[in-house]
C-alpha cells in the first residue's frame, strides 16, 4: 500500500477510535433508559396469558365514560389496569361484528375503590399490573457512567497530547517550549541572498564558520560567543539575517518569539526557558533564534509597580541558563530587537550576549545590491536603472526597497504596461511614503491656499543655500495631507551642521509664511499645525542636545529617560527652573529669527511665487527642474553642493 494511502487509513481509523470513544458510553446510556423506561411492560396475568404495555397494543380508544356503559352492557370481559390506575386495557365484545373481542384503551382518573367494586359485582377478570422497577444495580451503574465517561475522557486526551503535540492535548504542555526545531534548518535563505548588511554578515559568517570548523578557532584560543544580539530599526533585515545562518548553519535550529514565553499562568515562562535549554543540550551544537527578545528581557523593576513579576521570573531563567553555574557549552543564541534601550543591563554584559551587531539602514551601495537582489523577477525598462531607484530612495530599509519594487509592479500590471518605468517607481515612492493618492481638490479657493503652502516650502528650500533641493510639489492629496512638498536629501548625512538645521527650520515654516503674507495674519490656517510641531522639536534640540544656542555647548537633556510606565514620577530634571526658563527663551528666539527670514524670502518674491502658484494649480504637480526652472526667470537660484556618491561596480 502507497504511504499516504496508509497515513490516509491510520487518520480514518484514528477518527474513528475516537467516534467510537466517546459514542459508545452514550449509546450505552441510551439503551439502558430505553430498557428501563422505554421498553413494554411484560407481565403473565394469574392465568398464564402474557401481556403487554398499553401503548404499543390497544388499537383504537374509548372515553371513561362509555367504559362505564360497556360496563352495564356486559359487553367487556377482561381489563388490564397499569401504571397505577392511569389507563387500562380491556376486551370488550362487539355485537356489530359477530360478538368478536375487541381489544381498547380507555385512560382512567386514578384507581378507584369504586371501580373495583363495579368490575367484582359484573363478575369481570381484571388484573392490576404493578409499574415495573429497575434494578438496584442498574441504578447504581447509571449513577457511575458519567463519572467514568468524564475520567475516560481525560485519559484520551492526555494520551493524545503525548502522541500529537499539535492537537487539543496541548492544554496538558502549559510548560513545553514551542520553538520551531529543525535539524537542518530548511528557510531556503543563505548569505548570499542577504545584500546590504555586508558588516553584519561578516560577523554573523564567523558564528558560522565557528560550528563548521570550531579547531580553527579554538587551536589560538578563542572561545565560541554565548550569544548575538542583532540590533537595528524595523525592516532592516534582522530576521533575513537568522534565517540566513540557519540556511547555512547545518545544525540544529531552534527558532520562537519572545512572546511565547509568556503566559498568563505563573512560572510558565521559567518552564519553558527551562525545556529550551534541556532540549537544546540534547541536540548541541546548536543555535536558538529569539525574534522581538524586548518582550521577555526587559528591564526589571522599572516603572509604577516594580513591573511584570511572571516576566522577570522568565527573564531570571533565561539569565541562569545562559551564562549561570552550570552553564550551556555547544549553544549559541541569536536575539533580535530594535529596541535596545529597553532590555536589561544583566542581559546585555560580556557572558551573555558578548556581541551586539548593529543592522542598521543600507547606504546607496547597499541599497543598490539590494534592489538588485529583489528586481530579478521584475521587468524594468530599458531607461530606468537600479542606481537612479537607489539615488531617489535614502532612508529606505530592505523592507520598504522590497515593498517599493512591489508596489511599482501593481500600478505596472494596473496601467497594463508591460514593464516597470520611472513614472511607477515615482509613484510607489509617493504612496509609501505619503500615503494613497486621494481625489484632487475641486474648491477654487482651498486648491488655491494648498497651493500657496506648498509653494512656500519649495520656495525656501530652493533659495536656502544649506537646505535640500526640491524633488517635487504637488497639491494632490496623500494620505492625511491636501498637498505635499518633497525635497530629495543628501544621501547618508551622519552628521548635520548648525545651518543645515535652521535652513530645514526655515523651510518647515515656509508654508506658515506664505499664508502670512499672501492671506495676512488673521487667514492663516492650521494647515501648518505639523510643521509647527517640527520645528519646536528641532529648535529644542538645537538648544539641549546639540550646544548650537546661546547658553554654550552644553548638554542640557538628561540620558537616563525611563521609556516605562511612571517616567516623570520616577525621574527628576536635571537642570535648574531658571535654566529652563532660559532654554525656553532660546528656543523662542531660534524659531523667531528664523520666522523672520522666511518672511523677507517669501515677500521679496512675491511675483515668482503667484507666477508659480498659477502653474501649480492647472498642472497640480511640479516636479524639482520644473519649479526651479520657473523660479530662475525672477531670481538667482543658489548652487547647492551635492555629495556624490561613488559605487562599486
Known amino acids: 500500500m502507497p504511504l499516504q494511502s496508509w497515513k490516509l487509513v491510520s487518520s480514518m481509523n484514528q477518527k474513528w477510535r475516537v467516534l467510537a470513544l466517546w459514542f459508545l458510553p452514550i449509546a450505552l446510556v441510551l439503551l439502558i433508559s430505553w430498557q428501563i423506561l422505554g421498553s413494554p411492560n411484560r407481565t403473565t396475568t394469574k392465568e398464564g396469558r402474557v401481556t403487554v404495555a398499553p401503548r404499543n397494543t390497544a388499537v383504537a380508544r374509548i372515553s371513561y365514560g362509555r367504559f362505564l356503559d360497556y360496563i352495564k352492557a356486559g359487553r ?22 359477530d360478538n368478536r373481542v375487541q381489544r381498547l384503551r380507555v385512560d382512567l382518573p386514578g384507581l378507584a375503590p369504586e371501580l373495583v367494586n363495579t368490575l367484582k359485582d359484573e363478575g369481570i377478570s381484571f388484573d392490576i399490573h404493578p409499574p415495573k422497577k429497575a434494578p438496584a444495580g442498574i441504578g447504581v451503574l447509571g449513577n457511575l457512567l458519567f463519572p ?48 546590504g548588511v555586508n558588516e553584519a554578515k561578516q560577523d554573523l559568517e564567523e558564528v558560522v564558520t565557528f560550528l563548521k570548523q570550531p579547531e580553527r578557532f579554538t587551536s589560538v584560543g578563542a572561545q565560541i560567543p554565548r550569544g548575538v544580539l542583532l540590533v537595528g530599526p524595523p525592516g532592516t533585515g534582522k530576521t533575513l539575517l537568522a534565517k540566513a545562518i540557519a540556511g547555512e548553519a547545518g545544525v540544529p535550529f531552534f527558532s520562537l518569539s519572545g512572546s511565547e514565553f509568556v503566559e498568563m499562568f505563573v512560572g510558565v515562562g521559567a518552564s519553558r526557558v527551562r525545556d529550551l535549554f534541556k532540549r537544546a543540550k540534547e ?99 530599458k531607461n530606468l536603472t537600479l542606481e537612479s531607484i537607489a539615488r531617489r530612495t535614502p532612508g529606505f530599509t530592505g523592507a520598504d526597497l522590497a515593498n517599493l519594487l512591489n508596489e511599482a509592479a501593481i500600478l505596472t500590471a494596473r496601467r497594463r504596461k508591460e514593464s516597470i518605468g520611472l513614472a511607477e517607481i515615482d509613484d510607489a515612492v509617493d504612496r509609501i511614503i505619503a500615503g494613497m493618492e486621494g481625489q484632487p481638490l475641486i474648491d477654487g479657493r482651498s486648491k488655491r491656499l494648498i497651493a500657496y503652502h506648498e509653494v512656500g516650502h519649495a520656495l525656501i528650500g530652493s533659495l536656502v543655500k544649506d537646505h535640500d533641493p526640491v524633488q517635487k510639489v504637488t497639491v494632490i492629496p496623500r494620505g492625511q495631507a491636501k498637498g505635499l ?64 544656542s546661546n547658553l554654550g555647548p552644553v548638554s542640557l537633556e538628561g540620558d537616563n529617560q525611563e521609556v516605562f510606565i511612571g517616567r516623570d514620577l520616577m525621574t527628576r530634571s536635571d537642570v535648574s527652573d531658571e535654566i529652563s526658563r532660559q532654554i525656553d527663551e532660546q528656543v523662542r528666539f531660534i524659531v523667531k529669527e ?56
Open 76 to 97: 367487556i370481559t377482561s381489563v388490564d389496569i397499569y401504571e397505577g390506575g392511569r389507563n387500562a386495557v380491556v376486551e370488550a365484545v362487539d355485537p356489530e361484528i
Open 485 to 548: 512638498t518633497w525635497f530629495s536629501p543628501d544621501d547618508d548625512q551622519a552628521l548635520i551642521s548648525r545651518a543645515q538645521l535652521k535652513a530645514r527650520i526655515m523651510g518647515a515654516l515656509g508654508g506658515r509664511a506664505a499664508e502670512d503674507v499672501i492671506f495676512g495674519y488673521s487667514e492663516v490656517t492650521t494647515g501648518a499645525g505639523g510643521d509647527v510641531q517640527q520645528v519646536a522639536s528641532m529648535a529644542r534640540q538645537m538648544v539641549t542636545r546639540f550646544g548650537m
Open 283 to 381: 541536540n548541541s551544537p546548536c543555535l536558538i533564534f529569539i525574534d522581538e527578545i524586548d518582550a521577555v528581557g526587559r528591564q526589571r523593576g522599572a516603572g509604577i509597580g516594580g513591573g511584570n513579576d511572571e516576566r522577570e521570573q522568565t527573564l531570571n531563567q533565561l539569565l541562569t541558563e545562559m551564562d549561570g553555574f552550570e552553564g550551556n557549552s555547544g549553544i549559541i543564541i541569536i536575539a533580535a530587537t530594535n529596541r535596545p534601550d529597553v532590555l536589561d543591563s544583566a542581559l546585555m554584559r560580556p557572558g551573555r550576549f558578548d556581541r551586539q551587531v548593529s543592522v542598521e539602514a543600507p547606504d546607496i551601495t547597499g541599497r543598490l545590491s539590494i534592489l538588485e537582489v529583489h528586481s530579478k523577477n521584475k521587468k524594468l525598462e
Open 148 to 195: 467514568l465517561i468524564l475520567i475516560g475522557g481525560l485519559i484520551f486526551l492526555s494520551r493524545r497530547s503525548n502522541s500529537m503535540p499539535g492537537g487539543p492535548g496541548q492544554a496538558m504542555q502549559f510548560g513545553k517550549t514551542k520553538a520551531r526545531f529543525a535539524m537542518e534548518a530548511e528557510t531556503g535563505v543563505k548569505f548570499d541572498d542577504v545584500a
Open 594 to 649: 528664523c520666522y523672520k527670514e522666511t518672511l523677507e524670502i517669501v515677500s521679496e518674491n512675491r511675483e515668482a511665487m503667484d507666477k508659480i502658484v498659477e502653474i501649480l494649480i492647472e498642472k497640480e504637480t511640479l516636479n524639482g527642474d520644473e519649479f526651479c526652472k520657473i523660479l530662475s526667470d525672477f531670481t538667482n537660484i543658489p548652487e547647492k553642493e551635492r555629495f556624490i556618491p561613488v559605487l562599486d561596480n
